[in-house]
């Protein structure tokens, strides 16, 4: 099933033209359900939803989000496809990609991902959109799986400046602001639909740039990799990732890249997050949508 329809809203679409900056391969699109465009209504799951290293339960954290007829992944763990098949979604429709970092579990499965399109016959190329500091490691890392020639791949260069725009459909506009992730760049992503928003934090150390990406958010999916603050780690805990949703002021907050040693103690992650932020609180359901 390519077009379930899973999100509320009905409301009324940004109608600007395609535009992808830099350079600018059009999206692939979902296709249209006989009868009309369907209204950009925005939602998303999480492929996974733990820290580095996955348990029995829970994989590496990414996110797939929809609006409309877009559908984008926003960081690349294991066996995507499988994922994005068991949400209905058709991988060969993606339109893009965007990788926040190039810690092995956000992206390692960016070659599986590239080989099965190319299996399943994609022709439409895919833009995969990372920090500056990344295109050459991206390139680098399709390259050493030769997966360069069958299918366009056009690495897209994102500059590290906050609330900066990363694309925008007819149906979906996707902005990121850089987050504070030690030595390594990285990016807090922010997708909006419809007036509706979920904000990513990616890993991250709690910071005032990723409560200000999520300002007024719909939903903020933020890191809690850890129960208690670790100095040493440039991560952040269950509370404090309550404190940035109470700044941000956003309307639901759902952990995601619990560390595996928490997975056992998730009421108490939630009761945590709970001390900082008094909205809905919950660690975020693997493969489940999520409306916006
Ligand atoms: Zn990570």
New binding site residues.
């Given amino acids: 099933m390519r077009r379930r329809s899973v999100a509320q809203g009905g409301r009324r679409s940004r109608r600007a033209a395609t535009r992808v900056r830099r350079p600018r391969p059009r999206p692939a699109r979902a296709r249209r359900a006989p009868g009309g465009p369907t209204p950009p209504r925005l939602a998303f799951a999480c492929l996974g939803s733990s ?2 290293v996955p348990s029995a339960e829970r994989d ?2 990414s996110l797939v989000v929809r609006a409309g007829g877009t559908v984008c992944l926003m960081d690349v763990g294991g066996s995507p496809v499988q994922k994005l098949r068991r949400l209905a979604v058709d991988p060969v429709d993606l339109a893009a990609v965007v990788v926040t970092h190039t ?1 092995p ?2 992206v390692y499965g960016l070659p599986a991902l590239v080989q099965n399109l190319i299996i399943l016959g994609r022709r439409t190329p895919l833009p995969v959109y990372c920090r500056v500091e990344h295109v050459d490691l991206l390139k680098s890392l399709l390259a050493l799986f030769e997966l360069t020639k069958e299918l366009d791949v056009s690495i897209q260069a994102v500059e590290p400046r906050e609330g900066v725009r990363v694309l925008e459909t007819p149906d979906l506009a996707i902005t990121a602001s850089p987050n504070v992730h030690g030595r390594m760049p990285n990016l807090a992503v922010r997708a909006e639909a419809g007036g509706r928003s979920v904000v990513y934090s990616s ?1 991250t150390r709690p910071c005032a740039a990723v409560a200000a990406l999520a300002r007024g958010a719909t939903v903020l999916v933020h ?1 809690a990799t850890f129960a208690r603050p670790d100095p040493t780690q440039w991560h952040s805990t269950a509370r404090e990732a309550g404190e940035i949703a109470r700044q941000a002021g956003v309307g639901r907050l759902l952990l995601a ?1 619990v560390g595996y040693e928490s997975h056992g103690a998730l009421a108490a992650h939630v009761a945590d997050a709970r001390a900082a932020f008094t909205g809905p609180v919950g660690v975020v359901d693997e493969l489940r949508w999520y409306r916006a």
């Fill in positions: 820290g580095a590496t954290t810690h579990d956000h890993d890191e890249h």
